[in-house]
Structures are given as C-alpha cells and as structure tokens.
C-alpha cells in the first residue's frame, strides 16, 4: 500500500534541473558531442543484461552527480530507429505519402514523446510523493528523482518494447494479420512478454536508487497483462490487428 501523505519538495534539486535540461537540449543538434558508441552498447544491454545497464547508472551519479544522462543520444538515436521503422511499415502497408509523413510524425510526437512524458510526469510525481525514504535526521540531504531520470527510464523501457512491436512485430506482421486463433495467440504472447519487460526495466530503473522503498509498486502492472492476456486470447481479440488498423485501414483488412 503507498502512504497518503505527501513530502517537501527540495528547492535545490529543482534549481539544478533547468540549467541541466537547457544544456541537455543544446547537445541534441552537436552530434559530434553525443557518445554513440556507449549508447549502443546501452541498447544492446538493455535487451539482454539491464541490470548492467543500472550498475553503470550509479556509476554516472558518483562521476556527474546526477542520475539523469546529459547525453541526449540515446533519444536521438532511439527517434531515429523509431522513425526508419514506422516508415519501413509506411512502405509496406501505407497507401499515400501525405498519410506516411503523417503516421511517422504522430507515432514520434504522440507515442513516443507525449505518451513518454506523461509516463515520466506521473512516475516522477508517484516516487517523489509516496516512495522516498524517510530521512533518519534533518543533517541528511534530501534527494529526489529527476524528472530527465524518469524520462531517461522510460526511454531505457521503450527500446526493447520498440524491438519487439515494431521490428520483430514488422517481419511477423503478415502472420500476425491474419484470422485465426494463431495469429490472435502470437500476437497476444508478443504484446504480453514486450508490456511486461516494459514495467520489469521500469522496475529495474527505480529500485537503483537508494533512497527509494517499495519499488516492487513498479512490478504490479505485469500481474494486470498477464491476467488479461489469457482473456483476449480466448475472447479473439487480436491487437496486432486493432493498431495496425489504427494507421492502415485501406492495407490491412478486417
């Protein structure tokens, strides 16, 4: 259960968080600034050892003294890979080329970004509010989640998600489409195991820091997906078929 009292917010960490953001969004067009070669190996880790991943996080806090990356490369990176494989569906089911610009543009925007901000919004507002630690004495400093963490975490979550639904889901897609309790069972497995590891790495980026209790919040919805999962399966639902349809109406046929 979490508490129903709310704590003080620190001035501190919110006075050092404009000046981090401000920097963070200048770095976003020096690609020769931007550490890809580290983003790659976090990409690549975050599929098969995350907690890896955090270990290095902890290190970033004790180098920069902060969780959040002042790296905007994993963003620009994962934008890019998110746009080559919308428009590699966009090549395969779309239907004009005014409505791919338009599919590319709103799965960046609307998916990745605003839904990735207001997961991180409500994340760092629950952690900061209910799953902080109470400070042992008034001499200890009080230290709270950065909202770039929170969106750092989220991104971290999205990529494997962004593998499974959007790479792997591209080349099955023609068996996933299709009628039939076989493709409503693969599709309905793809999205379990891709929403699961979703929360499990949400998880993971949450339970790193130390002055964080009750982390296992973060394990709940993955109790929710699996209870449902069995329930769409039998009930026929097939949501490969749902959100393809969503953006290709006229190419993938009910």
């Not at 962004?162 to 409503?184: C, N």
Request: some cysteine; hydrophobic content about 50%.
């Amino acid at each position: 259960m979490l508490p129903t009292t709310s704590r003080g917010r620190s001035s501190s960490s919110t006075s050092r968080t404009n000046p981090m953001f401000i920097q963070y969004l200048r770095r976003i067009i020096k690609w020769q600034q931007m550490d890809i070669e580290y983003t790659f190996w976090q990409m690549l880790h975050l599929c098969t050892s995350p907690k890896v991943v955090y270990q290095h996080t902890k290190y970033h806090k004790q180098t920069k003294n902060q969780w959040a990356r002042d790296d905007p490369a994993f963003v620009v990176i994962c934008s890019l890979l998110l746009a080559v494989a919308t428009m590699a569906y966009c090549a395969a089911y779309d239907h004009s080329a005014a409505h791919a610009v338009f599919v590319v543009i709103s799965v960046l925007l609307f998916q990745f970004l605003f839904i990735g901000m207001l997961l991180a919004t409500f994340c760092w507002f629950l952690t900061n509010s209910y799953l902080r630690e109470e400070a042992p004495n008034s001499h200890v400093v009080e230290q709270r989640v950065e909202w770039m963490y929170a969106f750092d975490v989220h991104c971290n979550s999205f990529f494997p998600m962004f593998v499974m639904l959007y790479v792997i889901h591209y080349f099955l897609s023609p068996i996933l489409v299709a009628h039939g309790f076989i493709p409503v069972l693969l599709s309905n497995l793809l999205f379990m195991v891709a929403i699961s590891y979703y929360h499990y790495l949400n998880f993971l980026g949450y339970d790193v820091l130390p002055f964080l209790e009750r982390t296992t919040f973060f394990l709940y919805p993955i109790s929710v997906v699996i209870v449902l999962s069995p329930i769409l399966i039998l009930s026929g639902f097939n949501p490969s078929r749902y959100f393809m349809n969503m953006y290709f109406s006229q190419r993938v046929q009910i």
